[in-house]
């Protein structure tokens, strides 16, 4: 058998393995990819390596930034959105949720 090369990824992370083979993937790119979650519904960036955010470079997270940006023209156009940078499901590998923001014209609900 030959062993499988894990650069950067730490055993018994669930998101150091690759996402499903049936779930969504907006962008894949060399440092991350943007994926649905499976508990928020909503896009998330995963960095492929076992690493925290300030273990990448301010222009590598412009590029997530970036990506963020035209994942969520896709996923939510007509609205705003916000990059929810917090690591709440997993403490020490980064990933960002890409929540919905309020309407583009201003009001997020109609209010009587
Ligand atoms: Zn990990
Ligand atoms: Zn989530």
């Known amino acids: 058998m030959t062993p499988t090369k894990h650069i950067g990824r730490k055993m018994g992370c669930p998101i150091c393995k690759p996402p499903p083979a049936k779930a969504k993937i907006y962008v894949k790119e060399r440092l991350f990819l943007i994926t649905r979650c499976g508990k928020c519904k909503v896009p998330m960036v995963v960095v492929h390596s076992h690493k925290r955010e ?11 930034i970036d990506r963020c940006s035209y994942v969520a023209s896709v996923a939510y156009p007509n609205y705003h959105f916000t990059i929810d ?3 709440q499901h997993w403490p020490d590998h980064m990933h960002w949720h890409i929540r919905q923001a309020e309407h583009v014209d201003g009001d997020m609900e109609e209010m009587e």
């Open 85 to 87: 940078r917090k690591t």
């Open 54 to 64: 300030e273990d990448f470079t301010k222009k590598e997270l412009q590029e997530v």
